[in-house]
């Protein structure tokens, strides 16, 4: 069956370190991968979206890197900050038809100051 | 301009009753979702539909219905309300085209009693 895999459930770190957040996928051939961010009592928000043919895509302090082969997204954050506290999803889309855009079980990321 | 807007932001009913969610979006969209936030913070898929076809998460009971008077709207409805159906859900939208990015509305915090 088709599984989206986020590594862990929650990340601490520093202040000023960089956050690296995995999603790992399997039964998914995408053309595409979505990383979205979550705060408390909100919807998700788009951050960033990367092809099968990117290998890396940066937006400010964001990156995100996408191997077809390891079937593995992972998103960095450079120079955290407390703001940067949130929950990170990523989604794909579903083969066939229907092509439901499905997430990952989401990291809950806390930056310390 | 709210861009997803869903009512009501909060919804506490008593097991066994009907209810809807409204959600509209305004932006040309033309396919739109409805999802499912649990107290873990998944976020799973329950319905997908444009002007075309309507997908189904063949995990939700026939007791949710979505419905569709237009483009711009999709509500929820529930009948029989349960416990377990006690959740956040969110309406989304997106073009259809690939490589697009879902928008979300704000979530509805359903409690049921």
């Known amino acids: 069956s088709q599984k989206i895999e986020q590594n862990s459930e929650a990340l601490n770190i520093q202040e000023g370190k960089t956050a690296t957040l995995t999603c790992n996928y399997t039964n998914y051939s995408p053309a595409y991968l979505q990383w979205y961010r979550q705060d408390p009592g909100r919807g998700p928000v788009f951050l960033l979206l990367i092809r099968e043919n990117e290998k890396e895509k940066r937006k400010e302090r964001l990156k995100v890197t996408f191997d077809t082969t390891l079937k593995q997204s992972l998103f960095h954050i450079t120079a955290s900050q407390p703001a940067d506290s949130a929950t990170y999803l990523c989604?794909?889309?579903?083969?066939?038809?229907?092509?439901?855009?499905?997430f990952g079980s989401g990291t809950q990321l806390t930056v310390l100051p | 301009d709210t861009a997803v807007s869903q009512t009501p932001k909060y919804l506490v009913t008593q097991m066994g009753n009907d209810k809807s969610i409204k959600c509209e979006q305004n932006?040309?969209?033309?396919?739109m979702y409805w999802y499912k936030q649990d107290s873990k913070k998944f976020l799973k898929i329950m319905f997908s539909y444009n002007n075309k076809e309507l997908i189904i998460n063949e995990t939700v009971p026939n007791r949710f219905s979505p419905k569709s008077p237009d483009k711009a709207h999709l509500n929820l409805h529930i009948n029989s309300l349960e416990l377990g159906d006690s959740a956040v859900y969110f309406c989304?939208?997106?073009?259809?085209?690939?490589?697009?990015?879902?928008?979300f509305g704000q979530g509805t915090r359903l409690t049921v009693v």
């Open positions: 989604a794909l889309r579903s083969s066939g038809s229907a092509r439901q855009l499905t």
């Open positions: 932006l040309g969209h033309d396919t």
């Open positions: 989304a939208s997106s073009r259809r085209a690939e490589g697009t990015e879902a928008f």
